[in-house]
Structure formats: C-alpha cells, structure tokens
C-alpha cells in the first residue's frame, strides 16, 4: 500500500477548516459577552431552552400575581384609613349625642349640636365616596358610581353600589376579596329604628334642630360594633396578603435563580473563553503562515 501523499493543498485545506472552527467558537463566545445569554438558537440547548422557557413563563405569572397584591394592598390600606376615620367621627358623634342628652342644655344648644353632626353626617358621606384610581372603592362592582347620595329634595340618603366583591387572584385557583362593601356600614338598617346610618343621622339631626333631647348612643354603638367588624376582616386579609407576598417574593428569587443558571452564560468563564481562543487564534495564524508554503503563483506574482 502506498503511503497517501500530502499535498499542499491539503495542508491549507485542513488549516482553513481549523481556523473556520476555531471563529465560529469566537463567534459563539462573543455572542455570549454581548448578549449575556448562553445560547443564541434553541438547537444550541434544547433541554435547557425548554428549562429557561418553563421558567420565564412561571417568572411571568408570578410577577402577575405580585402585582395583583399590590394593587390589594392599596385597596386594602385605603379601606382601613377610611373606616378608621369613619370610627373617629362616630365617637364624636357618640360624644355629642351624650351631651345632647343632658337636661341642662337648651334648644340653641340642641340646634348648635344639631349643625355639627350634621356637617359630621356629611363628612361621612364623603368618606363612602372615597375612591382609588377613579374607582370607588366601597360600591362594590359598581366602580364608577358615586355610591352615598343625598335627595335634594327630601334629604333621604341613598345607597347606589352594590354588594358584590370584588375578588383578586394571589395564587393558582386562590383569590381574595379586596373591596369592603360599603352598603353593609352605610345602607344596611340596624338597631331600633330601621334606619341606616346615614338616615339614623339624618333623624337624630332633626330631633336636635327642633330642641329635642335624642337617646342614640344604643343605637349608633350597634353601628359601631359592625364597622369594627369590618375592620377586623380587613387586617385579616391585610395579614394574609402579607404572608403570601413574603411566600411569593421568595419563590420569585428562586426562579429567578433557576432561569440564570439555565439561561444566562458565566461571564467570568466567557471572559477566560475569549482570552483562550484569541490566543488559539493567534497561534493558529502564526503556525499556519510557516507551515504554508509559498506556491509557485507566489514566486510569479
């Protein structure tokens, strides 16, 4: 058997494809250090391109949710400031209402305390109006509507949301009620007279402005005891958006983590890459001029 004989030609062949290979590994690594990612096409890494897919995806509804308890919170905060004001009032109603009830006290005086509540009356009706983003928040579904009103004409107050929550979702089949229903402290009637709130105040306020003495401190107290109820649900669902938020962010960090690993290339390790194949490169051209040599369409250039 004859020994197979090198040719020229061969020895820049076999040269050409190294150098080819050795610049698609730049070409790979300098992807690398400019994108931050490990690879540019699916088929570079299909398990770890599924991997980093399946992350993203989670990362995406994770964030969803995280953002739905934020929105919560604000909800949630704003109802407790509003209920806790509401409380504030109705104690110096409580207050007012004792005092009116004193035998030493005179019909101006009756009417005197007759003006502040109402004006306290309305201030209350300001704060069931209170709403988020444009949004009512204690309408119910009904958003867009200013929910405590007065009649012009009769001074009845009247109630226009509703008593639907509204629901939020925290987790996979998990949601939670961020709205308080408003027309359970405002429009609901509790108490002897069967009036709501506001009409109970309505009433009270005319009995004053006609010099009477009025007993409603009974009464305004059941209504008191329902909006701490109230509030006590609230911090109930603020601690439970709390935790699940605290669980949430958690699991976030953890993704996050998995999708780098997957995903993202060690730049430490693709700067020490780079320095190695230039330095190939390098050698490569260096080894490749002596190891070529002149052709005779050289000697007649």
């Known amino acids: 058997m004859k020994p197979l004989r090198i040719t020229q030609s061969m020895i820049s062949n076999n040269f050409m494809n190294n150098l080819n290979s050795i610049n698609q590994q730049m070409e790979k690594t300098q992807y690398q250090l400019g994108s ?32 739905n308890i934020r929105e919560a919170r604000i909800w949630l905060d704003n109802s407790d400031a509003a209920l806790n004001e509401v409380n504030n009032v109705m104690q110096r109603i409580n207050e007012l209402f004792v005092e009116a009830n004193t035998d030493t006290l005179g019909i101006k005086e009756r009417q005197a305390i007759a003006k502040e509540i109402n004006e306290l009356t309305q201030h209350i009706s300001s704060v069931a109006n209170t709403s988020v983003a444009g949004r009512s928040i204690f309408a119910g579904t009904k958003t867009e509507v200013t929910p405590s009103q007065q009649d012009p004409v009769t001074g009845e ?20 009620q961020i709205n308080t229903i408003g027309q359970k402290l405002f429009a609901t009637p509790v108490g002897a007279s069967g ?19 009025v007993a409603g401190n009974t009464e305004l107290g059941q209504f008191m005891d329902v909006l701490l109820q109230e509030r006590a649900a609230i911090g109930g669902r603020v601690n439970r958006v709390d935790f699940t938020e605290n669980r949430l962010q958690d699991f976030e960090i953890s993704v996050k983590d998995l999708l780098s690993k997957t995903a993202n290339a060690d730049m430490a390790e693709v700067y020490t890459q780079m320095s190695m194949q230039q330095n190939i490169y390098r050698a490569a051209l260096s080894a490749g001029s002596k190891i070529i040599q002149p052709s005779l369409v050289d000697f007649l250039r």
Not at 38 to 66: C, F, H
Not at 158 to 172: C, K, Y
Not at 195 to 211: C, P
């Open 36 to 67: 931050g990612q490990l690879y540019r096409l699916p088929e570079d890494g299909p398990t770890e391109t599924v991997k980093a897919m399946v992350y993203s995806s989670t990362l995406t509804q994770v964030n969803k949710y995280i953002d």
């Open 157 to 176: 107050w009247r109630w226009l949301g509703n008593s639907n929550p509204i629901n939020v979702e925290f987790d996979a089949n998990v949601t939670v």
């Open 195 to 213: 009036k709501d709130l506001m009409n109970f105040l309505q009433d009270m306020t005319a009995k004053l402005e006609k010099g009477e003495r």
